[in-house]
């Protein structure tokens, strides 16, 4: 039997960078590949970034079912399939020259997200962690969380050493050379707790998980995410134009936005290893706290004042927390059995909406004017998002269970 005391750093760590390697290929160089693509061949940035709306919209197709298929046993092949789709994908898009195919590939480069980001990552820390799942998912999100650091400016290289196409290629082989590579060696077969499989995944077949569906703490925890998930895919997109019309010259513009990524990996830092400070829940309440805070102060900051730095600390820390939210609080409020699915099923809206919010923000901006608009409307969720979690809270602690 294996010791519950002892973390298995090498399956932890060779999976954080297979994730870490995996966001920075597939979600943040999609920003850096789409400028060349234009001036090449000539199609418009909205009908590029329709194709990134897509893939977020097919891997919330596929969340359920990845989900499933790692509650079975089978993540290793998920997530190690994943990287290979992944690259195969990826090299086609060096090659394409036709629209339609370019959207196809993102239609399954949405396909490869649901498999080798965090949700099946975390699914499979889960199963195989156990009450150490809190210390290895903060551990993921730390180094995760340096992806854009790493991959922005490494993309922006390639692409000027080889275009854009070349830098596909490579990202293309770090895929399938490293990621899974690394998938395949470092995931453990089997589904259940090393040396403390779960009845059920012996037997090969994982309860019913549509209980939570009749759950009213699961919808208010999809509320919840939902709504952080909009504040968090539409603000960075629209963070720098909103300070500079507020303003803020565009060097002060972009410090603010550089304190964001910092902010969220203090945050994650801070709640992963403090757990003896604060209970999941407590930090949850903070999570939803912070939002409300920055957004209440974001209006009231006058241009060239050193608070916008507050603003984008608090809004950063927020967003770190709340990944660890979302991946550690469902087993405490819905237990461990089913973990994948579970997630998945809370993903899928979340993706959705997700993709839809940069454009909503842009059209919300285009139809008021300005950005005023866009702050009122992240102040309203990110306090509608503390309220629904508080809800959560309220309906866990009168003893709502399955």
Known sequence: MSSPARMPWRFVSALSIAVTISYGTIFYAFALVIEPMERELGWSKSALTAAFSLALGTSALFSVPVGRLIDLGHGRAVMTGGSVLAAILLGLWSQTASYPAFMLIWFGLGAAMSAVLYEPAFAVLAGHLGLMTRRGITVMTLVAGFASTIFIPLTHLLIEAY?????????????????????????????????????????????????????????????????????????????????????????????????????????????????????????????????????????????????????????????????????????????????????????????????????AFGALWSWWGDYRAVVASCFAMALCSFVTFMLNLLVARNGESR
């Open 163 to 359: 275009g854009w196409r070349g830098a596909l290629l490579v990202l293309a082989a770090l895929n399938l050379g490293l990621c899974a590579v690394l998938e395949a060696l470092s995931i453990p077969g089997g589904a259940g707790l090393v040396g403390h499989a779960h009845p059920a995944h012996a037997a090969g077949i994982p309860s019913n998980a549509r209980w939570v569906l009749s759950s009213a703490s699961f919808w208010f925890f999809v509320v919840t995410s939902v709504l952080q998930g909009m504040i968090s895919t539409g603000i960075p997109v629209h963070l720098i134009p909103m300070l500079v019309e507020k303003g803020f010259s565009l060097d002060a513009a972009v410090a603010a936005f550089a304190i964001v990524g910092p902010a969220q990996v203090a945050a994650r830092f801070l709640t992963g290893f403090g757990e003896r400070a604060l209970s999941l829940k407590g930090i949850g309440i903070l999570t939803m706290g912070l939002n409300v805070l920055a957004f209440a102060l974001l209006p009231f900051i006058p241009a060239g004042s050193w608070l916008i730095m507050a603003f984008a600390a608090f809004y950063g820390a927020s967003n770190g927390m709340m990944t660890i939210v979302r991946a550690l609080l469902p087993p405490e409020l819905f237990g461990r059995e089913n973990y994948g699915v579970i997630q998945g099923m809370i993903s899928m809206p979340v993706r959705i909406a997700m993709a839809a919010t940069p454009f």
